[in-house]
């Protein structure tokens, strides 16, 4: 079974640029998930996808962060413009639970962003 | 406000030395604790679930257990192998929108030879 997929892998920015993520996740997996890792730190949600609708977006700086599932499948993540303090790794996720219940999460190996 | 605070930050082990890492929680109604793993370059791997207090969970070299405040993760007789960041997380019964999980900042574990 592929995993969730994750592209670009590292990506370097200067300040005020834009960029953007794309995920792809396990196939059937109706749940989607970013989580903003950094550095020594524990991950943090930024929006939860539940097949194309939003969850939860609670935490996503909407001035800046976008996110959206097209046909409830892949996600793109984007910024614009980017801080010096986005500087994270931006780790996708799926899982089969549906939302509201609890579920395994499968985590991509990341995207890490570097904002000079 | 929930919340997830793990100890230590680091620890280092030698091999076959057994420990435990903590994992102590506030939340206001526990759903689930999770722990996963993290290798340097990764993304988290899963490990366990518990659900509530004195549910035990094992698995090879790992053991975790749970009460009202904490978790445990038990480590026997580590391993090289064991080396990584060992991630808690919460879901509670507070997030009305979703499942989202909320992460501690985890504990490096590295076990020398």
């Known amino acids: 079974e592929a995993g969730v997929a994750q592209s670009p892998r590292y990506k370097i920015i200067e300040k005020r640029q834009s960029v953007a993520f794309w995920c792809n996740p396990i196939?059937?997996?109706?749940?989607l998930y970013w989580y903003q890792q950094i550095l020594g730190q524990g991950p943090k949600l930024l929006i939860q996808f539940q097949n194309n609708g939003v969850v939860d977006d609670s935490q996503l700086p909407k001035d800046r962060f976008s996110a959206e599932r097209l046909k409830g499948v892949d996600s793109t993540l984007k910024i614009q413009p980017a801080k010096l303090e986005d500087s994270a790794v931006y780790l996708c996720a799926s899982s089969s639970g549906a939302s509201g219940t609890t579920g395994e999460l499968f985590f991509g190996e990341g995207s890490r962003l570097t904002v000079l | 406000e929930d919340q997830v605070t793990q100890s230590p930050e680091a620890l280092r082990l030698q091999e076959g030395e057994s420990s435990s890492l903590n994992c102590s929680y506030t939340?206001?109604?526990?759903?689930?604790l999770f722990w996963y793993r993290q290798d340097p370059g990764k993304g988290p791997e899963f490990l366990f679930t518990l659900y509530s207090a004195g549910e035990e969970k094992e698995k090879e070299r790992l053991k975790a257990t749970l009460t009202k405040k904490e978790s445990f993760l038990h480590i026997t007789a580590p391993k090289p192998e064991d080396s990584a960041t060992y991630l808690c997380a919460v879901q509670a019964n507070s997030n009305q929108a979703g499942t989202a999980l909320i992460f501690g900042k985890g504990t490096t574990l590295s076990v020398s030879s």
């Open positions: 196939s059937g997996h109706a749940t």
């Open positions: 939340v206001s109604g526990l759903r689930g």
